[in-house]
């Protein structure tokens, strides 16, 4: 009998963790994951355990600034994950087994941040460095101004595309347009691939604060609505690129924030296509289920209900709301990062 995340697989759903923990990337990748993800706060999680203190202390034997250390200990818990995906990658020639780096978060800091002339030049700078001598490794790019401005130069690069914090169908055009006009200026498009990480729970969060007037039936929908609709644009706009590699929605913010809701409340309603990205903890919830998983993801609500959505909640004011909590969010993982790295430098030296 199939495991619940191996059922999801069969479905056409490309499981991916959301974490670069080596003992959770061997569990998940014998379940069927595929693909995983890294960002700060699961870095600071890994120094934290203790588990990478004899790595760090080679690595200060280099004399590493904390930042440097951030960002090496970085590359090599991502190229760690990398290697244990290589197969997939290979396997469906490009398609999938890649681990995303996310590209230094302080860009898009309220104090620290440079200008946004600046910032386009640091991300396409960075994303060139990262990703170079890496076949399976996606650059994280946030849907920020700045951000989407940097994808066309970088897909013209050959960078290959995580487009993260994304909250409309605003957003989502504008980087998938950016990126399709940096593709093809490439030589040729067989190892063109992009990825658009719509991040759901949080609107879900935002809608019971501030659209408390929905119904019951349309509050905790919201999330779900808007990212089914844009897997459908999606789908629609590169069905005749006649691409070899997909274009795919990532369904991001997959674990559930409100006690009420069964911890598989996002995955079960998005199954069947493209990738959902979950954290360790959903996917450990998934396995205990024991469910088999049927395609979910081109199953709408009521049409009542979408009307009741499209009439109350405002997207304009939903995506300044969410990308300013995003941002912060995006940011001061990255501030305690360092000031971990700080500390265990200073716990290490007296070691």
């Known amino acids: 009998m199939n495991s619940p995340i191996q059922s999801l697989v069969e479905t056409g759903t490309k499981v991916w963790i959301d974490s670069i923990d080596p003992d959770a990337i061997l569990r998940y990748r014998k379940l069927g994951a595929t693909g995983a993800t890294s960002n700060p706060v699961i870095v600071s999680k890994l120094i ?5 203190d004899d790595k760090l202390m080679d690595m200060l034997e280099d ?29 469906t020639s490009g398609n999938d087994g890649y681990v995303s780096f996310e590209l230094d978060p302080l860009l898009e800091d309220a104090e620290l941040a440079p200008s946004r002339e600046e910032r386009v030049k640091r991300y396409v700078e960075l994303g060139k460095q990262w990703s170079a001598g890496h076949d399976n490794r996606m650059i994280k ?23 993260t914090l994304i909250f409309t169908d605003r957003q989502y055009r ?22 658009y990480s719509i991040f759901i729970s949080r609107i879900d969060v935002y809608t019971q604060k501030h ?6 039936k349309a509050q905790g929908q919201v999330g779900l609505v808007n990212a089914k609709r844009l897997w459908h644009e999606n789908e629609k706009f590169w069905a005749d690129k006649d691409l070899a590699l997909e274009q795919e929605i990532i369904f991001a913010s997959t674990g559930t924030k409100m006690e009420s809701d069964p911890p598989d409340k996002y995955v079960a309603s998005l199954v069947g296509s493209d990738i959902q990205t979950n954290p360790p903890e959903t996917l450990a919830a998934v396995e205990r289920s024991s469910k088999t998983y049927e395609k979910t993801v081109d199953q709408m609500p009521a049409q ?14 939903l995506e ?5 909590e995003g941002k912060k969010k995006f940011a001061d ?19």
């Open 48 to 52: 934290e355990s203790g588990r990478f």
């Open 63 to 91: 004399e590493k600034t904390d930042e440097q250390l951030a960002w090496t200990l970085t590359d090599y818990l991502v190229g760690m994950a990398q290697s244990v995906f290589m197969e997939n990658w290979q396997a």
């Open 141 to 163: 790019v946030p849907a920020t101004d700045a951000g989407i401005e940097a994808l066309e130069p970088l897909a013209a690069a050959g960078v290959t595309l995580n487009v």
């Open 174 to 195: 504008e980087a998938r347009d950016a990126i399709w006009r940096g593709a093809r200026q490439l030589d040729s498009l067989q190892t063109f691939k992009s990825v």
């Open 211 to 216: 659209v408390p007037e929905l119904s019951d």
């Open 304 to 317: 009542p209900v979408l009307d009741e959505i499209d009439e109350k909640v405002d997207m304009e004011a």
């Open 320 to 324: 300044a709301q969410l990308m300013k």
């Open 333 to 351: 993982p990255q501030k305690d990062l360092l000031a971990r790295i700080k500390r265990k430098r200073e716990s290490l030296a007296t070691a």
